[in-house]
Every structure is written in structure tokens, then in C-alpha cells.
């Protein structure tokens, strides 16, 4: 299913947000978040297998098992943006999932008293009318889409590394209004796990809660599919690039350098590149300046090979035809010089990026540049390192040291996690955990989940 149309692809970079703000008033917070003083040295995660590719469908989501009974929600990861939200049951614009795959409040509105909603206060001008008031959430992405709803609070299950399980309650947005971008067909997604570092973040409402470091981290595969994880654990102890997260930003999103470009190895005229970390957009975008570059050095380098431009694949804007139609990268990688971004802070720090980190093949059978210009779809001057070049790497994103890693990885390999007695990975649906058992919210008669 190809949805994205010339030069659109999907980018869920947070532009904005906002929760409601209002003042504290502390009493009565039976679902206060406990505040934890930093836990003792904690060494576990929660690994989640993740589905998706960036051509044809341009995004990659996981299965999140959410509320009691437990029901699927697939969310697009979005390390670019920090609230997680899902399509709402309530009157709603811009639900594209079917009713029963909605998720319905069940008397489990934040409050606007609530400390996560009076935590996240950009907007002070907002004053609780009514302590019973609901918390209000709005974030605007990149590409133009929004999400307006409310933030309800419910269990989420996870299964750590060490064989655990927890159903902490937790915090997220129920979607009611949604705009998807005009040229952008609606996601097929039931909404986006936010991975970024705000206070409303499913990130910080586990550590808050002592479960894992303040961390998270993603490996996606260019076979599609690859795995997510909430703590340190499947990090290896050796073989990561690590730079300093531009401190600006981090609690939206995830961004470092300067960086500049090699071609082959080489040294470019493209350089002092803040890059922003985005597993929310599929592409990789630039500057126009760089981007230009990039073009440049890219055509040049194809001249007197048997590749032509080839104007008629709405795939996206630049693609290349050559004598007979292409299958894979492996087809076309000898035309192709590897890029990489050096971290110029450090010394040796650097990101490859081999040509299936910018390119891909379409079904047309061409080849086609990954990288795209950011200026001309409003992005100004920021530069997105989005989900074509963070492909086959463990990236990091580690909020306590405030750094961002990556290491080649086989992203088909999840990590080891203590399976259970079938051996297989922690399974989608919730109910197989054997959690439920005790305190449950819902009698027995209610679980008979889709
Ligand atoms: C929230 O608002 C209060 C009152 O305006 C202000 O004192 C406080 O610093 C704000 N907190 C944050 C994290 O911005
Ligand atoms: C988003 O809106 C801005 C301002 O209206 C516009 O310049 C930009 O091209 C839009 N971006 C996309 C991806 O449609
Ligand atoms: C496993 O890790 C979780 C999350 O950090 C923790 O709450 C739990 O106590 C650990 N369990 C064991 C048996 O160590």
C-alpha cells in the first residue's frame, strides 16, 4: 500500500504542545505518579517488536496492549514528539480506525488538579474552573497534522527484560480532533507512542515510577520490522558513537551536533548541521542549502553511469532509472557512494550512512533519493535524521547522561529477554501475562477482548 504521494512522507516531529495548566492543588491525587528518589541501579527494559517499513508504508508502529480488558493499539514511534495518544470514543474528527478500535474513557479523565497535568505548564494563563475539570492536551506536528483530546489514565502492561511484568497506570492523550496533513492520506495507525523526554511522556512516567533509567531506544530494520525498548538493558557495553544531546531541545525531541557531511569519506561543503533524531518522519530531510549540496554530489557522482533521471516515478522527488528494473539496494549499490555525518564535537564520532541508509527502491523499479528538502515542506532549518537512515542501528536516546548513541545492529535479532515457557517474544496480548489476577478493575464476565 503506497500512501505517500510525491515528496510527502510522514513526519510527526513535534512543533508544538500543549497540556493545560493549572495550579496545584495536591490533595486527592489517588493516581499520583510516585516521585522516586533516582532508584538504585536499575538494569532493565521493556522490549517491544516493532512492524513497519519505510517504502512502501512509511512509518513503523508498535502493538501497545492498553486498559482492562487489554485491547491492541498500533501507534506510530515517534521519537520526535513526547505524548502519546490514540484515537478516541468519543464524538470525534478524524478517527480513522472503526469504532471497536477506539479507545473509550471509562471514568478515567485526568483532572486538571492532577500533578502530570499542572507539571506541564506552557500555557499559565489556564486556570482549573472546577477541580473536576479534565486535562486538555494539543500537539501540532511538522507536516501540519494535530491531535486535541484528553489525557486519561490507564494500565498499560510491560514485560521487562528480567521476566516482570508491570501494569503501572499511565498517562496518555484520548484523540478527538485530528487534522492529517492535505496531502498526506490519514495514518492507518491508531495514533503515535511518543518517545521523547517531556514531562507527559510514557518515558518519564515509568522512570518516574522506578522501572528503567531514563531511556529509550529503537532498532529498525531495512527488512522491515525491528524492536523498541523503554530502559538500558539490551544497550551493549561497547561499539556505540555516543554524542551530547543539544540540551535546547530535549525535552520535545532529540537533537545533536554540529555535524558534518562526507562523501565517500570525504570532506563536503555541508557542515555545522543540527540534526534532530526523528523515528516519526520516514525521510531524511536538510536545509535546502545542504540539500542542494547533496544533490549535486550525488548527480555528479552518476555521471558516465548507466543511470538516467527518471522524472515519471511519483515516488518521490528524485529518481534514477537504470538499463533494467531494480529489485533491491544490492542492485544499485555500486553506483552509490556511502555518506556519513561526523559529529564534530568529538573525535571520531560518525554515522554512516551507506546507501540504503538514503535511498530506496520503488515498486516502479527505480532508485530514489531518501533525502529530501526540509525548507520547501516548512521546516526552515532543521534537519531530520528520520527512520531511512536510522535503519540496521541501535539508536539510543539515554536522557541521564543526556547523549545519543548508535551502533550497527542486526535489528531482526530482539534482544534476550526471558521468554516464557512457550519461548516465544512477550506476547501482544496482555491477558497471556497472568497479570490480571489480582485487583482487577473489571470483572471476569468483561474479558472477552477483540
Ligand atoms: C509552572 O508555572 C509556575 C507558575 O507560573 C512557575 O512558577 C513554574 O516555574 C512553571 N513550571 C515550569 C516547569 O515551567
Ligand atoms: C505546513 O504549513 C506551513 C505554513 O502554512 C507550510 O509552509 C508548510 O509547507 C506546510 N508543511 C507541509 C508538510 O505541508
Ligand atoms: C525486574 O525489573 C522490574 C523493572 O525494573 C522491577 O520492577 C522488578 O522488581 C525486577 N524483578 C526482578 C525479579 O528483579
Known sequence: ????????????LLLFSAISSF????????HKVKNLATPHRLSSAAVFKVQGNVYPLGHYTVSLNIGYPPKLYDLDIDSGSDITWVQCDAPCKGCTKPRDQLYKPNHNLVKCVDQLCSEVNLSTDHNCASPDDQCDYEVEY????????????DYIPFQFTNGSVARPKIAFGCGYDQKYSGSTAPPSTAGVLGLGNGRASILIQLHSLGL????????LSTGGGGFLFFGDDPIPSSGIFWTSMLPSSSEKHYSSGPAELLFNGNPTNVKGLELIFDSGSSYTYFNSIAYQDIVNLVTNDLKGKQLTREAGDPSLPICWKGPKSFKSISDVKKYFKPLALSFTKTKNVQMDLPPEAYLIITKHGNVCLGILDGTEVGLENLNIIGDISLQDKMVIYDNEKQQIGWVSSNCDRLPNVER????????????????????CPASSEDIDDQ
Open 142 to 153: 511538522a507536516d501540519n497534522g494535530s491531535s486535541l483530546g484528553v489525557l486519561v489514565r
Open 23 to 30: 495550579s496545584i492543588s495536591a490533595a486527592n491525587q489517588p
Open 1 to 12: 500500500m503506497d500512501v505517500r504521494t510525491k515528496g510527502i512522507a510522514l513526519l510527526t
Open 212 to 219: 528503567i533509567r531514563n531511556v529509550v531506544g529503537h532498532c
Open 420 to 439: 516464557d515457557s512457550e519461548g516465544d517474544f512477550p506476547h501482544p496480548n496482555a491477558a497471556n501475562f497472568g497479570i490480571f489476577g489480582n485487583g
